[in-house]
C-alpha cells in the first residue's frame, strides 16, 4: 500500500483515526485564523492530488471557513399557518462547498478555482481548502494538465457557474441515464424540471 492509500484510509474516518485531542486543538488553531488563509501544502496530500494539485509554481492553496447549517430566512410575517412560514428546514439549493469556492474566487479576483476538498468541520464552521490556479502565469500555460485553464476566456469565474467539480455536484452532472435526461445541457434549459 502506496503512501496516498495510507492517507486515503485515514481520512476516510478522521474522527476514529485521528486522536480528538489533535482534532479539537486543529479546530481551535484554524478558528483563530483569517477565513482565507494561504497554506503552503495540502492537509491532505491524496485529496488534493485527486481533484488536480500540483506543487509546482502558479498554483495556489487557500483554507477557508464557512458557516454551518441550513438556509437562514427571515420570518414572512403574512396570513399563514406556522408551518408554511418558510424558514426552518430549507435546504439551500447551493452546497456549503461551493459557497466557500465562491467566496474564495472573490477575494482572489486574479485566480480560478480549479477544485476544493473537505479538511475539517466543528460545531459553527466547515474547512475546506480551495486548490486555486493563476492562468497566465508561464508554468501553468505550459503544463499539459493544467494548460487549458489558460486558453481562452471560457474558463473565467469558473465557481459561479458550477464549473468545478462540487459545481457538477449540485447541477445534478455527476448523474447519467436513466432519471437524467433532463439535466443537460443545463436545468435552465429545461424549465429547472431536472432536479
Known amino acids: 500500500m502506496g503512501l496516498h492509500q495510507h492517507i486515503r484510509e ?7 483515526n485521528l486522536p480528538p485531542r489533535y482534532i479539537v486543538t486543529r479546530m481551535a488553531s484554524w ?4 477565513v482565507f488563509q494561504r497554506i503552503e501544502r495540502p492537509t491532505r ?3 488534493a492530488r485527486r481533484v488536480g494539485y500540483k506543487a509546482k509554481q502558479g498554483v ?28 426552518k428546514k430549507i435546504t439551500m439549493a447551493k452546497s456549503i462547498q461551493r459557497i466557500a469556492e465562491e467566496r474564495t474566487s472573490r477575494r482572489y479576483p486574479n485566480l480560478e478555482v480549479l477544485n476544493s476538498y473537505w479538511v475539517g468541520e466543528d460545531g459553527k464552521n466547515k474547512f475546506y481548502e480551495i486548490i486555486l490556479i493563476d492562468s497566465f502565469h508561464p508554468a501553468i500555460k505550459s503544463d499539459k494538465d493544467l494548460g487549458w485553464i489558460a486558453e481562452g476566456s471560457s474558463h473565467r469565474g ?16 455527476h448523474n447519467k441515464g436513466k432519471g437524467a435526461e433532463k439535466l443537460r445541457p443545463s436545468l435552465k434549459a429545461n424549465k429547472n424540471r431536472g432536479k
Open 158 to 173: 469558473r465557481a459561479f457557474r458550477g464549473k468545478t467539480s462540487a459545481g457538477k455536484r449540485g447541477r445534478g452532472l
Open 10 to 16: 485515514v481520512w476516510k474516518q478522521p474522527k476514529a
Open 60 to 87: 495556489v492553496l487557500v483554507r477557508t471557513r464557512v458557516r454551518r447549517g441550513g438556509l437562514r430566512k427571515g420570518k414572512i410575517h403574512m396570513k399563514r399557518k406556522p408551518s408554511k412560514a418558510g424558514i
Open 31 to 34: 478558528r483563530k485564523e483569517p
Open 45 to 47: 496530500l491524496d485529496a
